[in-house]
């Protein structure tokens, strides 16, 4: 064939890819699909189970690459994989589609296929089967000839590692060392050799794996950072240098524009909700992943559970994480406790100072009381005992002593709410519910507890006041019947509603208010929730365990949400829908206040550490983010820049508490999503290293603004350098 028509077919091959692809290329963006991932969710509609390597192979691009295409597609809820072992033994990663990926799949395939046939309309039926049996076998030549090459390079490095192999034998049998071998061998060749050569004997199959950091239950480490057991891929290990170049973000396990669950940091079960000063706290169950002798991930036994977790806001999507209480055992505040479950919280004016008071389970045998003068503490035990026990008149034949709710009335006066569990034949009238009046000090009891008469109760108790009336709330249990349906409308594990003119009732069953979270999130558990306002605006927190479901663990951790309630002018709330982002942002983030590093809405990696003596000894109070490594970040949703103008350009900067690593460290400041090219970077010195339970020596590092932000934005702010980094705040100067 002349030159001419060589370069005329090379030419029309270009000229016809590139037509196919702009033709399809805007249906794919109208789906919100960026480049890429067509490929990829075709591929995976005929071959689930895909593993990544193998994938980034047909696709023809790199393992990095593939990587990278994939963690956006996870975030995006198209695919989801899963860690096992490959025929070697060693661990793969493989891919599956979501339902979701799997309708934009079809999708993708009926719009390809209807560029199809614009593109052989003009053809007839003999012209197009001729016109696909020319391409297949352009195709066929091609690969061969790749093949072909592709076998003489691999002859050529398996040449270079014998001659190097015979080069070190023959050095170390003259001279009994490897120093005079003048051959070198670069390993980042032998990794970059093995990754490929899937024919060798010794070729290892994807071993990558998320950045993932191991920590003992209960250290405050971040659940997107904790060691899975089986790892949630999102990077690939290999080593050559391309890869290094590319910064591998840390897992959040939660999509950027979620708001629940409401932190990605840890787990947090059993929530309750108190509004103080213009803020919300939410306290909860400090569920962290238990582990067996050899490192894997149990299920949650609650058994190892002893304290508390607190966080706040003022604009119901961005929290700030003020630590744990340490409650029970030996360190905690209350050391005669085993476990610390199903908070409930609440502050009252006393001697014209403000108190607070922590009510918690001691696993199923009592409730205990703790009080501080700040909502985070430090908590004191003022008892040194629990509050209510099986010797608490009328108490001792309820099976389970737990689950406290407390409501301090318009009056000042305090109740209390308590009680769980089904005796034997008693699915129907549990009859182990309870309420009493607290005294004064909010320590003692003022009366004896009373019976609540509530159907098919499991636990969970929770109490609310609206226009005058009272409203309990809790979780039916698993045994609802048919009888229980037809009279009531519930089912096993629902949150159902009961109404009283009295704080200690008797109380009518009034509705369901609240389905089980595996109904919406797939993974069914036991229910927990609190009713609360917040601000004049109502709402519920419930946990869910979509953060474990993320992570493919399913071992029973929970983590906290919250959503928007509507309650009618009678009470009624109705069936609540539970949602991953429907809550609204009250208020915007001031750009220009200084922020801890602990607050926002993701933080994927690191550890929430007390910034000082008093916040380590009782586990709460001021905390900063430590252990911060490459690829970690922060995310902040609904930040206000509008103050910002080009009149103030010369003189605007952001600026950092942090404390550097060995290394120093790099922190990029990214608008709306991580990968964003950086409006602010960041760059620290090099720091000490700290030891033996030293606070780091914090120092205010600057960066000037690049570009000028605008508007409202999610703010990201990235490690893009160092390890072991730690950060305490930041603000816009």
């Known amino acids: 064939m002349p030159d001419n028509q060589h370069y005329d077919l090379f030419k029309e091959l270009i000229y016809l890819y590139s037509a196919h692809r702009k033709y399809n290329f805007h249906r794919f963006s109208e789906l919100g699909l960026t480049t890429g991932q067509p490929k990829v969710l075709s591929i995976l509609y005929d071959n689930e189970g895909f593993v990544q390597k193998d994938l980034a192979a047909r696709c023809m691009v790199e393992p990095a690459t593939m990587t990278s295409l994939l963690a956006r597609m996870e975030r995006d809820g198209l695919i989801f994989r899963k860690a096992h072992n490959g025929q070697n033994g060693k661990r793969v990663q493989s891919v599956f589609l979501t339902e979701k990926g799997r309708q934009m799949a079809k999708t993708v395939r009926e719009i390809t296929g209807d560029s199809d046939m614009v593109a052989l309309s003009e053809l007839s039926d003999e012209e197009q089967e001729q016109f696909l049996t020319y391409m297949h076998k352009i195709r066929v030549s091609l690969e061969k000839k790749l093949e072909t090459e592709e076998t003489e390079r691999r002859k050529r490095i398996w040449q270079q590692v014998a001659g190097t192999i015979v080069s070190l034998l023959m050095c170390f049998i003259l001279t009994g060392t490897l120093c005079g071998c003048t051959k070198k061998w670069d390993s980042k060749d032998t990794a970059a050799y093995m990754a490929e050569d899937t024919d060798s004997p010794d070729a290892d199959e994807d071993d990558s794996s998320g950045k993932v950091k191991q920590d003992d239950p209960g250290s405050g480490t971040s659940a997107a950072s904790r060691d899975t057991g089986d790892k949630m891929p999102l990077e690939d290990d290999k080593e050559d240098d391309k890869e290094e170049e590319i910064m591998k973000l840390t897992p959040s396990y939660k999509k950027y524009d979620w708001s629940n669950p409401i932190f990605s940091q840890h787990f947090g079960a059993d929530p309750y909700a108190m509004e103080y000063d213009g803020r919300l706290y939410i306290y909860m169950t400090a569920d962290a992943f238990e582990k067996s002798a050899d490192g894997k991930i149990k299920e949650n036994s609650y058994g190892q559970i002893r304290s508390i977790y607190v966080v706040s806001t003022d604009d119901m999507i961005n929290f700030t994480d003020h630590g744990e209480i340490k409650v029970a055992g030996g360190s905690g505040a209350a050391k005669w406790a085993h476990n610390s479950w199903a908070p409930a919280a609440c502050w009252k004016e006393i001697d014209g100072e403000p108190k607070f008071f922590l009510y918690f389970a001691d696993n199923g ?5 703790l009080t501080a003068d700040s909502p985070v503490g430090p908590f004191t035990d003022p008892l040194g005992e629990a509050l209510i026990s099986r010797k608490t008149p009328n108490c001792a034949n309820v099976t389970w002593l737990f689950d406290p709710a407390v409501l301090v009335d318009d009056d000042g006066t305090g109740y209390l709410y308590f009680g769980g569990g089904v005796p034997e034949g008693k699915v129907q009238e549990p009859g182990t519910g309870r309420a009493v009046k607290l005294g004064k000090d909010m320590i003692s009891l003022d009366g004896e507890p009373v019976v609540l ?30 009888a229980g349906t037809a009279k009531y409308g519930i089912h096993s594990g629902e949150i159902a509603m009961m109404e009283s003119k009295s704080p200690l009732g008797p109380f009518e069953f009034k509705e369901v208010i609240l389905k089980n979270p595996g109904t919406t999130f797939g993974l069914y558990g036991n229910n927990h929730h609190c009713v609360f306002s917040f601000l004049g605006e109502w709402y519920i927190t419930y946990h869910a365990r979509t953060l474990e479901k993320a992570m493919l663990i399913e ?38 206040e200084t922020h801890p590093a602990v607050f926002g809405t993701i933080i994927a990696g690191g550890e929430i550490r007390p910034v000082d003596e008093s916040a380590k000894k009782c586990g709460s109070g001021d905390m900063y983010l ?23 350009a010369a003189g605007r900067a952001f600026s950092i508490e942090a404390a550097p690593g060995v290394e120093g460290a790099h922190f990029a ?39 000028e932000p605008e508007g409202v934005h999610d703010l990201f702010i990235v490690c893009t350098k160092g390890q072991e980094n730690s950060l305490k705040g930041w603000t816009m100067q």
């Open 365 to 369: 045998g009592g409730i205990g009381v």
């Open 453 to 482: 008469d509530v159907p098919y109760l499991f636990e969970d108790s929770g109490i609310h006041k609206y226009k005058g009336r009272y409203y309990y709330t809790y979780c039916t249990n698993w045994s609802v019947d048919e």
């Open 555 to 592: 071992k029973g951790y929970r983590s906290t949400h919250i959503d928007k309630v509507t309650i009618d002018s009678n009470g009624s709330i109705g069936n609540i829908k539970m949602t991953h982002k429907s809550r609204p942002q009250l208020k915007y983030v001031n750009p220009f």
């Open 626 to 648: 430590g252990a911060v490594d490459k690829g970690d970040f922060i995310e902040i949703q609904g930040v206000d820049f509008t103050g910002y103008n080009e009149e103030d």
């Open 669 to 707: 400041f990214c608008l709306d999503d991580p990968e964003n090219e950086p409006f602010c970077v960041i760059e620290t010195d090099k720091g000490a290293e700290v030891k033996g339970g030293a606070f780091p020596e914090f120092k205010v590092y600057t960066g000037d603004i690049l570009t």
